[in-house]
């Protein structure tokens, strides 16, 4: 382990895994897994409504949180009406006095509000040029998260054209439209995504029609993608820029956050410790109990999306649900049994899934002998099924098991003399609290292992945030009681945690320049200024004109709901660029429900466009 200085470790450019908690117990199992910052939601105006924490609990949150450097973000990342506007000020000031070190903001009215608090554009301002970057650095935000659909070389340009720090996520499932521009949901069902509240609409199937009867695909997943896994790319992000490494996954059971977030901190660790000029932000090491991978937890297969530039094969048009890792194929049924091509490490109680049908179905194993396996009901596996597994029995009860503890690497100083003795502990980044006694000690009958008794007294931690790893003694000839040098030992760590905690913790509150330009003069319906000190700010900073939000829009007829870098064409192998053989206009059609699509190969993109 590489114990730096505070301060120097404040110089350096520091790296984050940031993760998701949906709760208190999530968020601790994140930072005992080696979390460098946490996302929550608060009560209110967060983008995942079943997601929402009091601010006594984000408290509590940030409490244990700031004893390794962990910083809490908090998500406050809905659009605003004018009428909500103190009501979101309060419940951002509320996050603040609870312990936040940062707000994750989607509507420019909070950075209208004088807050005390470091401000990060959300993904749902959906950043996706360099001039957006730059812009929204120069107007104050210390930090950007990028849109998902963005490949390396944008995100390099992207990190090249700001100041503010670069956040991406590497982990989790995918939007398929433009964060922050989409209206898929609010038009076919009233639910807003950009409200807290969406309905997935894209994970549902729909037939891919010439828009007169005709069905060119029926029910299939058209519009769900797989899920992000960037874990062999996080070197290739430092080197762009990256700084914060964003896992998905607000509403994911504990297991999830447990397993993901220990695999990438495993991923991030290998990275840094190629490159010595960059640090990781937070202090401590939790060694799991387990060997993480993420492809045992909640996944609908593992994809890098556009990381290396637009390509098909990103689609999972058979299920929107978690289809977990593959296991074999099925070589023969056995009455109520099944045998695989080759052996498989399955165990009663596992999960396991197949295409059947067309669509996903799964049972359970109930007993193993040898190769043949007994599922609890046998319909659908015949000779020639992909049998996959979406839940691994004995891999989550070691996760539900799990007691791995973080703790922050200590050193500790022992001196005795005649006059008295001084305790003295020292933790990795250098901060150090000493406590002594004045006595007249009494020589040691046997010196040698009088010593080594005293080492084994100052290393132990107990119940504390410290790992006592190195020990130094002097004067181990003379004799204190193990009453006193335990009661010293509980004072040292104790005052040595307090010093830890009156630590400063450093925040990027930057004022907003009014001489930043937005990149642009007008502002489409699609960018959502609902509220007058939104519209205040983009005013000021050089828009003239900016058309009334679609969110607010009382019919969407003729009005594109969704805007995305994903395109169906492409995917299906009849990209218009190529050799199609679709001609005409294609439409997505579930019941009552029909959009258009449409196809912006200049910028390879497809748009949906609502026609009822």
């Known amino acids: 382990m590489q114990w730096i200085n505070f301060h120097i470790a404040l110089s350096m450019k520091l790296v984050e895994l940031l993760a998701p908690a949906k709760d208190f117990a999530s968020a601790v199992a994140a930072v005992d897994c080696g979390a460098d910052a946490l996302y929550i939601g608060g009560a209110r105006f967060g983008a995942r409504q079943a997601a929402g924490n009091s601010s006594e609990q984000i408290a509590r949150v940030a409490e244990y949180a700031h004893r390794f450097g962990v910083r809490v973000h908090a998500t406050l990342n809905t659009l605003l009406w004018d009428c909500e506007l103190a009501d979101a000020e309060r419940q951002a000031r509320e996050l603040i006095d609870a312990g936040v070190d940062a707000l994750i903001v989607q509507d420019m009215a909070l950075r209208r509000m004088n807050l005390p608090v470091e401000l990060h554009a959300s993904t749902q301002v959906s950043v996706r040029s360099p001039e957006v970057a730059r812009f929204l650095g120069e107007a104050g935000f210390a930090r950007v998260i990028l849109e998902r659909a963005l490949s390396l070389d944008e995100i390099r340009r992207i990190c090249a054209a700001t100041d503010a720090e670069v956040e991406c996520f590497v982990h989790g499932a995918v939007c398929v439209g433009f964060s922050g521009r989409c209206f898929f949901s609010r038009a076919s069902s009233g639910r807003s995504g950009n409200r807290g509240d969406c309905s997935q609409p894209c994970r549902l199937p729909w037939d891919l029609t010439d828009g007169r009867g005709h069905a060119f695909i029926r029910s299939k997943h058209l519009l769900s993608v797989q899920d992000l896994n960037l874990s062999q790319r996080i070197g290739d992000l430092l080197d762009a820029g990256v700084r914060s490494f964003k896992i998905e996954g607000r509403l994911k059971d504990i297991n999830y956050i447990r397993n993901v977030v220990a695999a990438y901190r495993g991923a991030v660790d290998r990275a840094l410790a190629e490159r010595p000029e960059l640090q990781r932000s937070s202090v401590g090491i939790g060694r799991p109990d387990f060997t993480p991978d993420p492809a045992k937890s909640f996944t609908r297969g593992e994809s890098e999306y556009f990381f290396g530039g637009k390509r098909p094969g990103v689609a999972s048009f058979d299920t929107p649900k978690s289809v977990g890792e593959r296991i074999g194929r099925v070589s023969r049924v056995e009455g109520r049994a099944f045998r695989l091509e080759q052996d498989a490490d399955l165990t009663p109680g596992d999960g396991i899934c197949f295409i059947h049908h067309g669509q996903l179905a799964g049972t359970r194993v109930n007993s193993i002998d040898g190769s043949r396996i007994v599922p609890n009901r046998m319909e659908g596996i015949v000779p020639g099924t992909e049998i996959f597994r979406n839940f691994d029995h004995r891999f989550n009860k070691l996760l539900s098991a799990s007691r791995i ?87 040292g760590l104790e005052k040595l945690s307090q010093a830890r905690s009156a630590l400063p913790r450093p925040h990027r509150i930057l004022p907003e320049n009014p001489a930043a330009r937005y990149p642009a003069s007008a502002l489409s319906a699609e960018e959502n200024v609902t509220n007058r000190l939104a519209e205040a700010f983009y005013r000021d900073h050089g828009v003239r004109q900016i058309e009334p939000p679609l969110e607010l829009a009382r019919s969407f007829g003729g009005a594109r709901v969704l805007r995305s870098a994903y395109c ?14 679709l001609r005409g206009d294609l439409y997505l059609e579930r019941g009552a429900q029909r959009f258009r699509l449409e196809f912006d190969c200049e910028h390879c993109e497809m748009n949906l466009i609502c026609e009822k």
């Open 568 to 581: 169906i064409r492409r995917e299906i192998g009849q990209c218009l660029r190529e050799h199609p053989r």
């Open 405 to 491: 503890r973080r703790s922050i690497p200590t050193s500790g100083h022992l001196r005795i003399s005649e006059s008295g003795i001084v305790l003295s502990y020292t933790d990795c980044q250098g901060i150090s609290a000493s406590v002594s006694r004045v006595l007249a000690p009494d020589p040691a009958n046997d010196p040698k292992a009088n010593a080594a008794a005293l080492r084994a007294q100052v290393a132990r931690s107990g119940d504390t945030i410290f790992s006592v790893d190195a020990v130094e003694i002097e004067g181990g000839q003379w004799f204190v009681p193990a009453s006193m040098l335990s009661e010293l030992r509980r004072e």
